[in-house]
């Protein structure tokens, strides 16, 4: 069973400060990584797509890669109220199909 | 701009009813999937299409049935409801492999 591991939080930070989402893999094969935001009562969102290792910024999100270490993360920099949502890790799964295994996501909570 | 979008949203059914939820993306991806969302157990794959004219069974199938109608929609059976269905169902759809799945709104699907 290729699993998909995440702290299930809450993770709570304050407005302005860095949130960091994390999450491992056990797929060694995977190629594709990504993150999803989802709101309450919503359907998931993409935010990032990563593929190499290192780092992949856009706006106030990076992703982060580590291959060997087999773990990919979220950093969020000035956090939001508006970023409490859940977070969805997602891996592309070798062989057919074109499939993604989800973890369980880590809710996050920026608090005031 | 559809994406991805799932007919109905909502649904209440009686046990041994069964009914049909309905996906249709405008993207002209190749592949599609089902998924379902219940608390603490994050998104597990029902079926999956990879290309159009293939079905195949994902995590949790029994209970289930799939049509691929074509490029564009992908159906999702339950033949005789039972109340470990309720659920949220979400369908997905990507373009090809390395590349992000795009989610519709979902159907909320109880079953008393």
């Known amino acids: 069973q290729k699993e998909v591991e995440q702290n299930s939080g809450p993770l709570s930070v304050p407005e302005g400060a860095i949130a960091s989402l994390n999450c491992t893999y056990s797929?060694?094969?995977?190629?594709?990584f990504f993150w999803y935001r989802q709101y309450s009562g919503k359907s998931p969102e993409l935010i990032m797509s990563?593929?190499?290792?290192g780092d992949k910024e856009d706006g106030r999100f990076t992703a982060q890669l580590n291959k060997a270490s087999q773990y990919v993360s979220l950093l969020i920099r000035d956090s939001q109220p508006s970023d409490s949502a859940t977070y969805l890790c997602?891996?592309?799964?070798?062989?057919?199909?074109?499939?993604?295994?989800f973890g369980t996501g880590t809710q996050l909570k920026v608090e005031l | 701009n559809a994406g991805v979008t799932q007919t109905p949203k909502f649904q209440v059914l009686k046990t041994g009813q069964s009914m049909t939820l309905q996906c249709a993306q405008d993207?002209?991806?190749?592949?599609m999937y089902w998924y379902r969302q219940d608390p603490g157990m994050g998104l597990r794959l029902i079926y999956y299409?990879?290309?159009?004219?293939?079905?195949d069974k994902g995590e949790v199938p029994n209970g289930y049935n799939v049509s691929r109608l074509n490029k564009r929609e992908f159906s999702l059976r339950l033949e005789s409801a039972a109340p470990s269905q309720t659920s949220v169902y979400f369908c997905?759809?990507?373009?090809?492999?390395?590349?992000?799945?795009?989610f519709g709104d979902g159907t909320r699907l109880s079953i008393l």
């Open positions: 993207m002209n991806h190749n592949s």
């Open positions: 990563i593929y190499s290792n």
């Open positions: 797929d060694r094969g995977s190629q594709s």
């Open positions: 997905a759809s990507r373009d090809r492999d390395l590349q992000p799945q795009h």
């Open positions: 299409s990879a290309s159009e004219g293939t079905t």
């Open positions: 997602a891996v592309g799964v070798t062989g057919g199909g074109n499939k993604l295994t």
